[in-house]
Protein backbone atom coordinates (compact mmCIF):
# COMPACT_ATOMS: atom_id res chain seq x y z
CA UNK A 1 0.00 0.00 0.00
CA UNK A 2 1.70 3.12 -0.97
CA UNK A 3 1.81 6.47 0.49
CA UNK A 4 0.11 9.46 -0.68
CA UNK A 5 -0.32 13.29 0.36
CA UNK A 6 -3.67 14.90 0.36
CA UNK A 7 -3.56 18.68 0.36
CA UNK A 8 -7.17 19.38 -0.12
CA UNK A 9 -8.10 23.32 -1.69
CA UNK A 10 -7.17 26.27 0.10
CA UNK A 11 -9.52 27.69 2.70
CA UNK A 12 -9.89 31.79 3.15
CA UNK A 13 -5.94 31.95 0.99
CA UNK A 14 -3.10 29.94 0.49
CA UNK A 15 -1.43 27.93 3.22
CA UNK A 16 2.18 28.22 3.16
CA UNK A 17 2.61 25.05 5.18
CA UNK A 18 1.13 22.86 1.97
CA UNK A 19 4.30 23.16 -0.33
CA UNK A 20 6.54 22.48 2.48
CA UNK A 21 4.35 19.25 3.23
CA UNK A 22 4.58 18.14 -0.24
CA UNK A 23 8.70 18.34 -0.28
CA UNK A 24 9.08 16.69 2.74
CA UNK A 25 6.64 13.79 1.47
CA UNK A 26 8.65 13.82 -1.39
CA UNK A 27 12.09 13.02 0.70
CA UNK A 28 10.12 10.46 2.84
CA UNK A 29 9.48 8.32 0.15
CA UNK A 30 5.39 9.14 -0.33
CA UNK A 31 4.48 7.97 -3.81
CA UNK A 32 1.75 10.97 -4.42
CA UNK A 33 0.33 14.46 -3.71
CA UNK A 34 -2.62 15.65 -4.65
CA UNK A 35 -4.65 18.63 -4.87
CA UNK A 36 -8.24 19.60 -5.04
CA UNK A 37 -11.14 22.14 -5.41
CA UNK A 38 -14.37 22.98 -4.65
CA UNK A 39 -15.33 27.00 -4.85
CA UNK A 40 -12.20 28.88 -4.28
CA UNK A 41 -9.06 27.30 -5.44
CA UNK A 42 -8.35 25.41 -8.37
CA UNK A 43 -6.94 21.96 -8.72
CA UNK A 44 -4.42 22.68 -11.57
CA UNK A 45 -2.49 25.49 -10.32
CA UNK A 46 -1.32 24.59 -7.18
CA UNK A 47 -0.46 21.28 -8.62
CA UNK A 48 1.94 23.04 -11.49
CA UNK A 49 3.62 24.91 -8.52
CA UNK A 50 4.18 21.67 -6.51
CA UNK A 51 5.42 19.91 -9.88
CA UNK A 52 8.02 22.52 -10.10
CA UNK A 53 9.87 21.99 -6.70
CA UNK A 54 9.52 18.76 -6.65
CA UNK A 55 11.10 15.77 -8.99
CA UNK A 56 9.49 12.42 -8.03
CA UNK A 57 6.80 12.50 -6.79
CA UNK A 58 3.72 11.83 -8.92
CA UNK A 59 0.71 14.51 -8.79
CA UNK A 60 -2.98 13.76 -8.76
CA UNK A 61 -5.92 15.93 -8.66
CA UNK A 62 -8.39 14.73 -5.79
CA UNK A 63 -10.68 15.55 -7.55
CA UNK A 64 -10.75 17.76 -10.58
CA UNK A 65 -14.46 19.27 -11.07
CA UNK A 66 -16.02 18.08 -14.46
CA UNK A 67 -18.44 20.68 -14.32
CA UNK A 68 -15.39 23.29 -14.14
CA UNK A 69 -14.34 22.49 -17.47
CA UNK A 70 -14.88 20.91 -20.62
CA UNK A 71 -13.81 17.54 -21.15
CA UNK A 72 -11.32 18.87 -23.99
CA UNK A 73 -10.02 21.67 -21.55
CA UNK A 74 -9.36 19.29 -18.43
CA UNK A 75 -7.54 16.69 -20.89
CA UNK A 76 -4.90 19.94 -22.20
CA UNK A 77 -4.27 20.49 -18.55
CA UNK A 78 -3.74 16.84 -17.96
CA UNK A 79 -1.43 16.46 -20.90
CA UNK A 80 0.32 20.13 -20.09
CA UNK A 81 0.91 19.06 -16.59
CA UNK A 82 1.96 15.48 -17.60
CA UNK A 83 4.96 16.87 -19.63
CA UNK A 84 6.05 19.68 -17.72
CA UNK A 85 6.45 17.64 -14.45
CA UNK A 86 8.03 14.30 -16.97
CA UNK A 87 5.00 12.22 -16.79
CA UNK A 88 4.13 12.02 -13.31
CA UNK A 89 0.36 13.52 -13.63
CA UNK A 90 -2.55 11.54 -12.68
CA UNK A 91 -5.91 12.87 -13.34
CA UNK A 92 -8.72 12.80 -10.32
CA UNK A 93 -12.08 14.08 -11.66
CA UNK A 94 -15.72 13.88 -9.53
CA UNK A 95 -19.01 15.22 -10.49
CA UNK A 96 -19.58 17.08 -7.67
CA UNK A 97 -23.35 17.59 -6.70
CA UNK A 98 -26.11 19.94 -7.60
CA UNK A 99 -25.59 22.88 -5.48
CA UNK A 100 -21.94 23.17 -6.99
CA UNK A 101 -22.57 22.52 -10.67
CA UNK A 102 -25.89 24.92 -10.92
CA UNK A 103 -24.74 27.10 -7.91
CA UNK A 104 -21.30 28.05 -8.98
CA UNK A 105 -20.82 27.03 -12.20
CA UNK A 106 -24.40 27.85 -13.85
CA UNK A 107 -24.66 24.38 -15.51
CA UNK A 108 -27.29 21.82 -14.81
CA UNK A 109 -26.43 18.89 -13.03
CA UNK A 110 -27.04 16.12 -15.22
CA UNK A 111 -29.90 13.74 -14.93
CA UNK A 112 -28.11 10.87 -16.11
CA UNK A 113 -24.97 11.43 -14.12
CA UNK A 114 -23.32 8.07 -15.44
CA UNK A 115 -23.56 8.57 -18.89
CA UNK A 116 -22.45 12.12 -17.76
CA UNK A 117 -19.54 10.80 -16.76
CA UNK A 118 -19.06 8.17 -19.36
CA UNK A 119 -18.69 10.68 -21.57
CA UNK A 120 -16.43 12.78 -20.45
CA UNK A 121 -13.86 10.11 -19.56
CA UNK A 122 -14.42 9.17 -23.45
CA UNK A 123 -13.55 12.61 -24.75
CA UNK A 124 -10.64 12.91 -22.46
CA UNK A 125 -8.93 9.34 -23.32
CA UNK A 126 -9.55 10.16 -27.23
CA UNK A 127 -7.40 13.72 -26.56
CA UNK A 128 -4.65 11.50 -24.96
CA UNK A 129 -4.40 8.51 -27.20
CA UNK A 130 -4.62 11.19 -30.15
CA UNK A 131 -5.45 8.51 -33.02
CA UNK A 132 -8.00 10.49 -34.36
CA UNK A 133 -9.98 13.82 -34.22
CA UNK A 134 -11.87 13.80 -31.25
CA UNK A 135 -15.81 13.05 -32.44
CA UNK A 136 -18.05 11.84 -29.60
CA UNK A 137 -22.08 11.29 -30.23
CA UNK A 138 -23.00 12.10 -26.82
CA UNK A 139 -26.03 13.21 -24.85
CA UNK A 140 -23.92 15.44 -22.65
CA UNK A 141 -20.90 16.42 -24.50
CA UNK A 142 -21.18 16.51 -28.03
CA UNK A 143 -18.23 16.63 -30.39
CA UNK A 144 -18.55 18.66 -32.45
CA UNK A 145 -21.14 20.69 -30.73
CA UNK A 146 -24.49 20.35 -33.15
CA UNK A 147 -26.92 22.16 -30.77
CA UNK A 148 -29.57 24.12 -32.59
CA UNK A 149 -28.00 27.57 -31.40
CA UNK A 150 -24.70 26.71 -32.90
CA UNK A 151 -23.20 27.77 -36.10
CA UNK A 152 -22.60 24.20 -37.87
CA UNK A 153 -19.39 24.46 -38.53
CA UNK A 154 -17.14 22.89 -35.77
CA UNK A 155 -15.27 20.04 -37.23
CA UNK A 156 -13.52 17.56 -35.11
CA UNK A 157 -9.63 18.10 -34.27
CA UNK A 158 -6.94 16.31 -32.91
CA UNK A 159 -4.83 17.90 -29.98
CA UNK A 160 -1.56 20.11 -31.57
CA UNK A 161 0.18 18.86 -28.54
CA UNK A 162 1.33 15.37 -28.58
CA UNK A 163 0.58 14.35 -25.41
CA UNK A 164 3.46 12.39 -23.13
CA UNK A 165 1.62 9.41 -22.16
CA UNK A 166 -1.93 8.24 -24.12
CA UNK A 167 -1.92 6.37 -20.79
CA UNK A 168 -2.50 9.04 -18.21
CA UNK A 169 -4.02 7.34 -15.16
CA UNK A 170 -7.30 8.51 -14.77
CA UNK A 171 -9.24 8.05 -11.56
CA UNK A 172 -12.98 8.82 -10.69
CA UNK A 173 -14.17 9.85 -7.44
CA UNK A 174 -17.51 7.99 -7.17
CA UNK A 175 -19.89 7.25 -4.32
CA UNK A 176 -22.92 5.57 -5.33
CA UNK A 177 -23.10 1.76 -5.79
CA UNK A 178 -23.73 2.30 -9.79
CA UNK A 179 -21.06 4.75 -10.50
CA UNK A 180 -18.45 3.02 -8.57
CA UNK A 181 -19.26 -0.28 -10.80
CA UNK A 182 -18.93 1.84 -13.29
CA UNK A 183 -15.49 3.54 -12.25
CA UNK A 184 -14.07 -0.05 -12.21
CA UNK A 185 -14.70 -0.30 -15.79
CA UNK A 186 -14.06 3.23 -17.79
CA UNK A 187 -11.13 4.34 -14.97
CA UNK A 188 -8.04 3.47 -13.84
CA UNK A 189 -8.65 3.76 -9.85
CA UNK A 190 -11.14 5.11 -7.90
CA UNK A 191 -11.01 7.88 -5.33
CA UNK A 192 -13.54 6.83 -2.68
CA UNK A 193 -14.15 9.74 0.13
CA UNK A 194 -15.11 7.70 2.98
CA UNK A 195 -12.96 4.44 3.21
CA UNK A 196 -13.74 2.18 6.41
CA UNK A 197 -11.48 -0.62 6.43
CA UNK A 198 -13.95 -2.74 9.22
CA UNK A 199 -16.64 -2.02 6.48
CA UNK A 200 -15.23 -2.99 2.84
CA UNK A 201 -18.65 -5.23 2.69
CA UNK A 202 -20.89 -1.22 1.84
CA UNK A 203 -18.32 -1.27 -1.58
CA UNK A 204 -17.93 -5.27 -1.91
CA UNK A 205 -20.98 -5.42 -4.75
CA UNK A 206 -19.13 -2.69 -6.66
CA UNK A 207 -15.59 -4.19 -6.59
CA UNK A 208 -16.09 -7.21 -8.34
CA UNK A 209 -13.54 -8.21 -10.66
CA UNK A 210 -11.44 -5.33 -10.82
CA UNK A 211 -9.01 -4.84 -13.25
CA UNK A 212 -5.42 -5.51 -12.87
CA UNK A 213 -3.30 -2.55 -11.55
CA UNK A 214 -6.65 -0.69 -10.59
CA UNK A 215 -6.01 2.05 -7.84
CA UNK A 216 -8.09 2.32 -4.99
CA UNK A 217 -6.89 5.56 -3.17
CA UNK A 218 -9.25 6.40 -0.44
CA UNK A 219 -8.29 9.66 1.88
CA UNK A 220 -7.56 9.65 5.56
CA UNK A 221 -7.02 12.67 8.13
CA UNK A 222 -4.01 11.61 9.84
CA UNK A 223 -2.31 12.80 13.13
CA UNK A 224 -0.22 11.58 15.76
CA UNK A 225 -1.21 12.98 18.98
CA UNK A 226 -2.10 11.09 22.62
CA UNK A 227 -5.16 12.82 22.91
CA UNK A 228 -8.19 10.53 20.53
CA UNK A 229 -10.92 12.48 20.92
CA UNK A 230 -9.21 16.29 20.42
CA UNK A 231 -7.15 14.85 17.37
CA UNK A 232 -10.94 13.42 16.08
CA UNK A 233 -12.40 17.45 16.20
CA UNK A 234 -11.13 18.23 12.62
CA UNK A 235 -12.14 14.89 11.37
CA UNK A 236 -16.03 15.92 12.63
CA UNK A 237 -15.84 19.56 11.83
CA UNK A 238 -15.20 18.21 8.11
CA UNK A 239 -17.81 15.89 8.47
CA UNK A 240 -20.27 17.75 9.69
CA UNK A 241 -19.31 20.05 7.08
CA UNK A 242 -19.64 18.04 3.92
CA UNK A 243 -22.59 15.71 5.39
CA UNK A 244 -24.76 18.80 6.33
CA UNK A 245 -23.84 21.63 3.92
CA UNK A 246 -22.31 19.86 0.84
CA UNK A 247 -25.61 19.12 -0.35
CA UNK A 248 -29.50 20.12 -0.59
CA UNK A 249 -31.39 18.54 2.38
CA UNK A 250 -33.25 16.13 -0.74
CA UNK A 251 -29.96 15.09 -2.66
CA UNK A 252 -27.16 14.89 -0.44
CA UNK A 253 -24.92 12.32 -1.37
CA UNK A 254 -22.24 12.36 1.25
CA UNK A 255 -25.46 12.14 3.69
CA UNK A 256 -26.54 8.94 1.57
CA UNK A 257 -23.29 7.48 1.81
CA UNK A 258 -22.55 7.95 5.55
CA UNK A 259 -26.02 6.08 5.47
CA UNK A 260 -25.19 3.30 3.26
CA UNK A 261 -22.13 2.71 5.59
CA UNK A 262 -24.39 2.18 9.29
CA UNK A 263 -25.03 6.00 10.01
CA UNK A 264 -28.34 6.61 8.46
CA UNK A 265 -29.99 8.18 11.54
CA UNK A 266 -26.77 9.94 12.54
CA UNK A 267 -26.44 11.50 9.03
CA UNK A 268 -29.85 12.60 8.93
CA UNK A 269 -29.51 14.50 12.41
CA UNK A 270 -26.02 15.70 11.26
CA UNK A 271 -28.34 17.17 7.86
CA UNK A 272 -31.12 18.50 10.38
CA UNK A 273 -28.69 20.16 12.77
CA UNK A 274 -26.52 22.03 9.67
CA UNK A 275 -29.76 23.22 7.76
CA UNK A 276 -31.10 24.43 10.66
CA UNK A 277 -28.17 27.19 11.62
CA UNK A 278 -26.72 24.77 14.29
CA UNK A 279 -23.38 24.18 12.49
CA UNK A 280 -21.18 23.46 16.25
CA UNK A 281 -23.99 21.16 17.04
CA UNK A 282 -24.15 19.28 13.96
CA UNK A 283 -20.05 18.55 14.14
CA UNK A 284 -20.65 17.58 17.60
CA UNK A 285 -23.35 15.48 16.88
CA UNK A 286 -20.93 13.36 14.48
CA UNK A 287 -20.25 10.10 15.93
CA UNK A 288 -16.81 9.54 17.49
CA UNK A 289 -16.71 6.12 15.77
CA UNK A 290 -17.49 7.02 12.70
CA UNK A 291 -14.79 9.91 12.66
CA UNK A 292 -12.54 7.13 13.96
CA UNK A 293 -13.27 4.55 11.39
CA UNK A 294 -12.27 6.76 8.43
CA UNK A 295 -9.05 8.42 9.77
CA UNK A 296 -5.56 7.52 11.57
CA UNK A 297 -5.87 9.17 15.00
CA UNK A 298 -3.63 9.08 18.08
CA UNK A 299 -0.39 7.21 19.24
CA UNK A 300 1.90 6.04 17.37
CA UNK A 301 1.32 2.46 18.49
CA UNK A 302 -2.30 3.10 18.05
CA UNK A 303 -1.94 4.36 14.35
CA UNK A 304 0.29 1.35 13.71
CA UNK A 305 -2.04 -0.81 14.70
CA UNK A 306 -5.29 0.45 12.29
CA UNK A 307 -2.70 1.01 9.60
CA UNK A 308 -2.49 -2.91 9.55
CA UNK A 309 -6.32 -2.59 9.11
CA UNK A 310 -5.78 -0.18 5.69
CA UNK A 311 -3.58 -2.28 4.28
CA UNK A 312 -5.15 -6.21 4.54
CA UNK A 313 -8.58 -4.83 2.23
CA UNK A 314 -8.19 -3.80 -1.76
CA UNK A 315 -6.71 -0.64 -1.13
CA UNK A 316 -3.60 0.24 -3.06
CA UNK A 317 -2.99 4.12 -2.35
CA UNK A 318 -3.73 5.92 1.02
CA UNK A 319 -3.58 9.64 0.49
CA UNK A 320 -3.47 11.68 3.78
CA UNK A 321 -4.22 14.48 4.77
CA UNK A 322 -1.65 15.20 8.17
CA UNK A 323 -1.64 18.39 9.07
CA UNK A 324 2.56 17.88 10.05
CA UNK A 325 5.69 16.85 9.21
CA UNK A 326 5.84 14.68 12.26
CA UNK A 327 3.14 12.81 11.25
CA UNK A 328 3.86 12.39 8.03
CA UNK A 329 7.21 10.51 9.22
CA UNK A 330 5.63 8.02 11.52
CA UNK A 331 3.28 7.33 8.67
CA UNK A 332 6.52 6.84 6.11
CA UNK A 333 8.21 4.88 8.91
CA UNK A 334 5.05 2.32 10.13
CA UNK A 335 5.00 1.61 6.01
CA UNK A 336 8.67 0.62 5.36
Not at 41 to 70: C, P
Not at 197 to 206: Q, S, V
Request: net charge neutral; hydrophobic share 45%.
Amino acid sequence: MRLGLALGYWGRGPDPAHLDLAVEAERLGYDSVWTAEAWGSDAFTALTWIAAHTSRIRLGTAVAQMAARTPTATAMHALTLDHLSGGRMMLGLGLSGPQVVEGWYGRPFPRSPLTATREYVDVVRQVLARKAPVAVEGRFHALPYDGPDGTGLGKPLKPITHPLRADLPVLLGAEGPKNIAQTTRIADGWLPLYWSPTRTDAYAAALTALPEGFMIAPMARARVCDDVAEGLLPVKAMLGFYIGGMGHAARNFHADLMARMGYEEEARRIQQLFLEGRRQEAVLAVPDAFADEISLVGPRERIAERLALWRSGPVTDLLVTAPDPHTLRVLAELST
